[in-house]
Structure formats: C-alpha cells, structure tokens
C-alpha cells in the first residue's frame, strides 16, 4: 500500500461515479446519475442491472456477503449482512443480487430503540437504498463487504433512523433556498445543498491500560482518578516514545479511509496529552454524515491493531481538555457557488447578505433546538468547562463582517427614519476582551471565512442530528424570507431594509468577545439568550410547540417523530448514567476500598513495629497519616452507601416516566457520583502508588 501513490487506490473501495460509468450501460447510468443528482429514488426498472453490476464489481474485490448498513437512533451504524449465494434446485450455488434486494431490506432490527414508533405488532422496519451516498466496500478480519448506504423506516413510513431527517432536511433546504435565490434573480442554479467538514477529536490510550480500567471499559471514560502534577501541557518524553506507534496509526487510518474515498487529512497536534484530530475535506452533509461515522468506526479498529483504545468520549479525562466535532457547515449550489462566501464586495453581494441573515435569525430563534442538538450526557461535563464552548448559543463573526452587518442595519434606520436603538449586542459591549487573540476559538458557532464552524457538537455524536436542525432552521429562516420576497415589487430595493430588521431583531445573538468569561454569562442573560446546562433541559427544545410546528412545516419530523426522540434521547441518558454509576460502585467497593484498607493496616503495621523499635522514635507523622488515611475510608464508605442508595431509588422507578428517572439521574446519581469520586481521588493523593488499584491519569495520558 505504502509504496503506491493513493491517488491509485483513492476511492478504489466505492462503487463511484467513475465505476458505475464503466460498468453500467450507457441509459441505465444515465438514469441512475438523474436520480442521484435529483435526490429522486430509485427507478426499480434499472434496479436489477445497478444490483448486478454492483455485486459483480464487489465480488470481484473478494465480497461475499452485502448488507444494508443504516443509522439506528443510537446513533452509531447497524448492519445485517446476507451472502450473495442462493441455491438452485439442483444443488448449485450461484451469487445473485436483484434490485429488490438493492432497493429495500428487512432487517429484523425490531431491538433497536423507536421510542414508541413500532408498535410489537408491526415490529417490521425496512432499509431503503439512499443512493446518493455510494456503496462501498468494507474490509476486516471478517472479510470484505459491501455496504449500501440506506435509510431505515417503518413501514407506516416513520423514520426510525437519523439519516430519512436529515434527507428530508437537505430537500427542505434545498426548496428553500431555490425560493429565495429565484427572487435575487438566480435562474440557473438546479439545487442546494449543505456542505459539512466535520473535524473529529479523539484520544488514544494503550489498550492494556485502558482494560484494567473498569470505567474506560464499560463508559468510555474515566470515573475516577486524580490529576498528575503536569496536565495539559504536552508531555514531550512521552510523545517521543509514542510518536511512531501514534504515526502509524494514523498512517493507516488515512488509508483505510483513502479507500473508502473519505477525504482525510490528519491533524497531530490537539490541546491534551493523548489527544489528536482527524479533519475531513468537505463534502455534501449526507456524504460528510455517513463518512463521519466511518471515520469513528474506523479510528476504533485501527486502534485496537496499534494497541490503543480510541476514547471518542466527549470527557474521557476529568481536567484535561474534552473532545468535540467541529461542526463546519456551508451552503453550496450545484454550480459550486459558496453562498456564504462574501466575495470581494460583501456589502454588495446580496446572495451573501440574505443567507448569512437567515442564519442569523435560524441560530437566534432556534438556539435551544441548536443546544439540544449537541446535548448527551457525555457533553455535559465538556460545554461550559472553559475548554469547549459554553452551553449558552452565540455568534462570532469578527470585525469586518460585523461591521458591515452593523452598517446594514444603521442605514436602513436612518432611511426608514427609525429612531429606536440599534439593539445589537455588539454595539453595547464594545470591547469585552475584544483584544483576547484566541477569542473566536471559544464561540459555539463562528463565521470561519465563508461557513460556519458548530463547535458545540460531542465527539462521539453522530452528526446526523445537529446537522438535520441546521438545515431545518436555515430552512425555516429562508422561508419566512423568501415569503416576505414573494411581496416584493422591487427586490433589490426592499431587501435592504428587511436585512437590517432581521440584524436588529437576531443580531443579540452575535458575540466576538471570549465566551469562556463568566462576564459574557452575565451578559447573555442581559440579552435574553438562554443557558442551557444539561442535557435534560436541552432535550425538551425537540418537543417544543415551535419545534413541532416548525418541523412539522418543513416536512423534516412529525409530531410522533419528535416525541419519539426525546424519550429516546432521556432513556440514553439514564442509561449512560445508570451503567457510570454502576461502573463505580464497582471500582469503589471491590478495588478502591479494599486497597485503601490494606493500606491504612500496612500504615497501623509500621506504626506498631516503629514504636517498638529498640530507640525511641517520633511516630506522629506515621499515625498522622494512619488517621487521616482511616478518615479517607470513612468518607469513601459514606458515599459508596450514599450513592447505592440513589441507585436502589432508580431500580425502584418506572421507567415508563423517563422525564422524571432522567430528573433523578441528574439530580441525585449524578452528584453522589462527584461526591465518590471526590473522596477516592483524595485518597489517591495520599495512598502509595504502589497500592492503586488502577493505572493513574499520569500512566494514562503520560505513559509508565
Ligand atoms: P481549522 O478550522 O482548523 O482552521 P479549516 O478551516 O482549514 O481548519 O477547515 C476545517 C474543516 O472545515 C475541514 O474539514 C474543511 O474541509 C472544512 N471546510 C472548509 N471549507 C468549508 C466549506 N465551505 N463548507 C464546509 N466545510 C468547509
Ligand atoms: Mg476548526
């Protein structure tokens, strides 16, 4: 692999545009690029000869088997491989794919969690061919297979994935943006679409360590354990010893990823010891969804062959920094044109004005659907911990483009004679840390050139949520925009003044100072911005009366759809909650306590031989240690009780209420779980390291 030039091998696992011309014939190609390029489904008269080339040139790549790989609500990928092989009568095995098969599945995926949408007496769900995204071919121990990229709905239609949204987003999007590019007089653009670069954070830690660790084991994350003298400067010893394993494999993932035609460029250097990035080139938000997941399928595989776990944790490592997804998103025409690119003249480029309005306004009235987007219980430990954005919604958009925005809105008060004042909030907090270098780093959603960055998404989210509520929102702005253009006599003229109402009315949302300051806090309150601090609060945004109008309207979720979700999202959380606990208890009671125990008696040991040394000795310190060692264990025994009695609480409730478990696991596990963790770290920093039960952060993150 190495010796050869990955253009050569680039994309060669992806039945692409470039091998379907090939081995397709001329109309039957034809017909499927009009289709795919339409965003239409799949006429089932050329079905048969697409499924047959496509097994015939998967076969020839070694595939046996072929699977309709879907993205259940759990957020990662799911797939039922079946083998190409069917019997004929006389005892011979031939390979055969038909359209049928290509088109529609029937997974059995009747445990994957609905949230009430498949009734058990039509417990069946099909998998539908989203060709827009290509099949590829996947390669493991197991074999080769080829993957097509499907939705999965239940046969009343319901989307019980995340993938049939965010498709009816783009559609909605799409329609949208047509609707209002049409009335700047923009006849040749046939669709639009959103573009997404999604930048992955990752840690890697040697897998043996990570397998003595209960925690990382089972939740991804560590639940215990103390911070070294040297945090988040990088350990340049440690890296040396591991930059070459570190290297190869991302390396190989690289090339792994080559193959499956992902555009991947790596990135080494992340704020903490152990953590990278892995950064994309953009693509359309289906592609760049359904490749974000391989890209965290195939970090963790790779991994595995270096000897690393890849913790894709939002917090795997309490006071180290977290890991997020950026979130980079655009607005692209099919004549390649960036409508968010500001161009030469920005104050002139209407397009450009007009979009980054309606995300303006979309980000302003639907920040709690955008937070709740980005919210699991993983993310709660990163958002607002000064590394990561704060759970509060706002905008950067640096000088210039403020500046203008500002002016937009000035002028057409001073035109329209209007004297009330210009109620942006960057005109009342002029330089709130404005001279703060890093500022932008620290906004949740920034105009980074010509797209903007989300960077409130968890690392190990699927993008598919956050990206359906981006496009849904913007859809919903360019709407209500393109209705008032509707009334237009003379666009040109009129638009200004309605670009500037939307800048009075949204433009609190923008903030270029650092959001990491308690003053912003303060003064996003002022503004009337909400602040969001958990996940429980967040979800509640999927079931607001806006949200299901909103959603309702553009097609992109029903009613039933959202509720769904919701209590899909709570029951997640309890049950991420519930196995940390859990998790815990374990550690705490059959490995902390116990050897905390031998400690305090190997401690009554010496005191007792010191004392009877054959010269009086001075023993204060030793009992010193002994008794506070001894309080350490009472305070550990405390809140082991403490936390399994919240715990028995939980087993005792319905978890038909969901709301109100999830209530309790914010309320109450939660914290018993901070107060253990709070008294064995403690006792890590007085107990002999020889004696801990489990590798150390110091271990973890720096090496032995
Ligand atoms: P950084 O954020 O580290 O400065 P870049 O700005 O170069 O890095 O790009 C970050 C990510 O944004 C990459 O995945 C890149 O492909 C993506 N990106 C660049 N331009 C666009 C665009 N117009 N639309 C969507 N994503 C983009
Ligand atoms: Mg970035």
């Known amino acids: 692999m190495s010796h050869q030039n990955f253009t050569e091998y680039f994309g060669c696992n992806v039945f692409n545009d470039a091998v379907m011309e090939e081995r397709l014939p001329k109309d039957v190609y034809k017909r499927l690029r009009k289709t795919i390029d339409e965003g239409k489904v799949l006429d089932e008269a050329i079905a048969d000869v697409v499924a047959n080339a496509m097994m015939q040139w998967a076969m020839e790549r070694g595939a046996t ?21 069917v019997n004929k009568p006389n005892h011979k095995a031939i390979c055969e794919f038909s359209g049928k098969a290509l088109i529609k599945g029937e997974p059995d995926a009747s445990s994957f969690p609905s949230g009430g949408l498949r009734a058990t007496f039509e417990a069946r769900g099909y998998t539908a061919w989203d060709c827009t995204s290509p099949a590829f071919l996947k390669e493991d121990k197991s074999g080769v297979t080829l993957c097509i990229p499907t939705a999965f709905c239940a046969y009343t239609g319901v989307a019980l994935d995340k993938k049939t949204p965010l498709l009816r987003s783009v559609e909605a999007l799409n329609t949208q943006a047509l609707r209002v590019l049409r009335h700047l007089g923009n006849k040749s653009a046939k669709r639009v679409e959103a573009s997404v670069g999604a930048e992955q954070e990752y840690f890697l830690v040697d897998r043996e360590l990570c397998a003595k ?71 359309n938000v289906n592609l760049a969804t359904d490749h974000n997941q391989l890209v965290m399928e195939t970090m963790r595989r790779v991994a595995k062959r270096h000897n690393f776990s890849c913790l894709l944790h939002e917090k795997p490592f309490r006071g180290v920094n977290g890991s997020g997804k950026h979130n980079n998103w655009s607005v692209t025409t099919d004549k390649g044109e960036n409508l968010l690119s500001p161009g030469k003249n920005p104050q002139e480029n209407l397009s450009f004005l007009v979009f980054c309005c309606a995300v303006i306004q979309a980000v302003d009235e639907h920040a709690a659907l955008l937070r709740a987007s980005a919210a699991n219980a993983g993310n709660d430990h990163r958002l607002g911990g000064n590394e990561a954005p704060p759970a509060i919604i706002s905008m950067y958009f640096g000088d210039p483009i403020t500046n203008l925005l500002k002016n937009i809105a000035k002028d057409s008060e001073q035109e329209a004679g209007v004297q009330e004042r210009l109620d942006m909030g960057v005109a009342t907090l002029p330089d709130l840390l404005l001279d703060d270098a890093d500022r932008n780093r620290t906004s949740p959603f920034a105009f980074t050139g010509n797209k903007f960055e989300f960077r409130m998404v968890g690392s190990s989210a699927s993008i598919a949520g956050p990206n359906t509520v981006l496009n849904s929102i913007v859809a919903d702005s360019l709407s209500k925009i393109a209705d008032r253009m509707d009334n237009m006599k003379d666009v040109k003229k009129e638009l200004p003044s309605l670009l500037a109402e939307i800048i009075r009315e949204h433009g609190r949302v923008i903030f270029n100072g650092n959001s990491y300051s308690k003053e912003w806090e303060e003064e996003a309150e002022r503004r009337g911005l909400p602040n969001v601090k958990n996940s429980v609060d967040a979800y509640a945004a999927y079931i607001s009366p806006e949200a299901i109008e909103m959603f309702g309207r553009l097609g992109v979720y029903s009613e039933q759809e959202l509720k769904a979700r919701y209590d899909i999202k709570l029951e997640k959380y309890v049950k991420v909650i519930n196995i940390e606990a859990k998790s815990m208890l374990q550690m705490a009671k059959r490995e902390i306590l116990p050897a905390v125990i031998s400690y305090a008696a190997s401690l009554a040991d010496s005191a007792t031989k010191l004392s009877n040394a054959p010269v009086e000795l001075p023993i204060s310190e030793t ?21 399994t009695a919240a715990e028995d609480t939980l087993s ?47 271990v973890l993150l720096f090496g032995e």
């Open 65 to 85: 088997h072929y699977t309709h790989w879907f993205q259940p609500l759990t957020g990662i990928t799911a797939e039922k491989h079946d083998s190409f092989i």
């Open 213 to 283: 660790r209960l925690d990382l084991t089972f939740t991804g994350r560590t639940l215990f354990g103390a911070m070294p003298p040297k945090g988040q400067e990088m350990d340049d010893h440690y890296f040396g010893t591991l930059k070459e394993r570190v290297a190869q494999f991302m390396k190989e993932v690289d090339e792994e990823l080559w193959k499956l035609g992902v555009y991947a460029k790596t990135k080494h250097n992340e704020a903490a010891p152990a953590q990278h990035e892995l950064a994309p080139i953009y693509d």
């Open 623 to 643: 009992k010193a240690l002994l008794l506070h060692v001894s309080e350490g264990v009472q305070e550990l025994s405390k809140s082991i009780d403490a936390l």
């Open 652 to 698: 005792t409730m319905s978890r038909e209420n969901v709301e109100a478990c999830a209530k309790f696991c914010r309320d109450s596990i939660c914290p018993a779980m901070d107060t253990l963790r709070k008294a064995a770290d403690a006792l890590e920093e007085v107990v002999d390291k020889k004696v801990w039960p489990m590798p150390t952060y110091e």
